[in-house]
T-cell receptor
Framework: DAGVTQSPTHLIKTRGQQVTLRCSPKSGHDTVSWYQQALGQGPQFIFQYYEEEERQRGNFPDRFSGHQFPNYSSELNVNALLLGDSALYLC?????????????????FGDGTRLSIL | GQNIDQPTEMTATEGAIVQINCTYQTSGFNGLFWYQQHAGEAPTFLSYNVLDGLEEKGRFSSFLSRSKGYSYLLLKELQMKDSASYLCAVRDDRARNDYKLSFGAGTTVTVRA
């Protein structure tokens, strides 16, 4: 049973460029969340996708956008990259649904994409 | 807003016990999670508390007091492989359509021989 998979593992870009990161959720999961983790910090919530729509968004600018596909996989897009966007980008999947039954379900994380901006 | 505090670093000896505290002040609460993260790897789920009290899982236990906004993770019989960062995360109020996890900065535990 494959867990959460992310690609690529590492990526180097320059300021102003655009990047797309990809995530395949754990089998059976329907919800994907994206987090940004700076060195020495905890993950910061970017947004969550459920039923192919952005269900909730954190305090990130519109340069950060995403998408969820019918097979539940997801992409994170970042435009006009800044030096401060250098971080580990984590994808987490869960079985959330709409009811509270998913409230005790943990989010399972992928190994992340290490993005470096030069 | 969310405010989740945990110590930055802790050091302990192999075979000993370490307790990692986490205090939180959040706008909503629907459960607290502990994750372990080794350097360069994904956070992995350790425990979940939503009601007051102690949850035990082998060498790891987690405690919650909702009235005090306080949790701790207890690691017993420490092994070298337990050297990692431990993340405290609070789940917000789903009833208000708030599904995210809010994380503390993490506590780096170093186990020495």
């Amino acid at each position: 049973d494959a867990g959460v998979t992310q690609s690529p593992t590492h990526l180097i870009k320059t300021r102003g460029q655009q990047v797309t990161l990809r995530c395949s959720p754990k089998s059976g999961h329907d919800t994907v969340s994206w987090y940004q983790q700076a060195l020495g910090q905890g993950p910061q919530f970017i947004f969550q996708y459920y039923e192919e729509e952005e269900r909730q968004r954190g305090n990130f600018p519109d340069r950060f956008s995403g998408h969820q596909f019918p097979n539940y996989s997801s992409e994170l897009n970042v435009n006009a990259l800044l030096l401060g966007d250098s971080a580990l980008y984590l994808c987490a999947s869960s079985l959330e649904g709409q009811g509270i039954s998913g409230s005790n379900q943990p989010q399972h994380f992928g190994d992340g994409t290490r993005l470096s901006i030069l | 807003g969310q405010n989740i505090d945990q110590p930055t670093e802790m050091t302990a000896t192999e075979g000993a016990i370490v307790q990692i505290n986490c205090t939180y002040q959040t706008s909503g609460f629907n459960g607290l999670f502990w994750y372990q993260q080794h350097a360069g790897e994904a956070p992995t789920f350790l425990s979940y508390n939503v009601l007051d009290g102690l949850e035990e899982k082998g060498r790891f236990s987690s405690f919650l007091s909702r009235s005090k906004g306080y949790s701790y993770l207890l690691l017993k019989e420490l092994q070298m492989k337990d050297s990692a960062s431990y993340l405290c995360a609070v789940r917000d109020d789903r009833a208000r359509n708030d599904y995210k996890l809010s994380f503390g900065a993490g506590t780096t535990v170093t186990v020495r021989a």
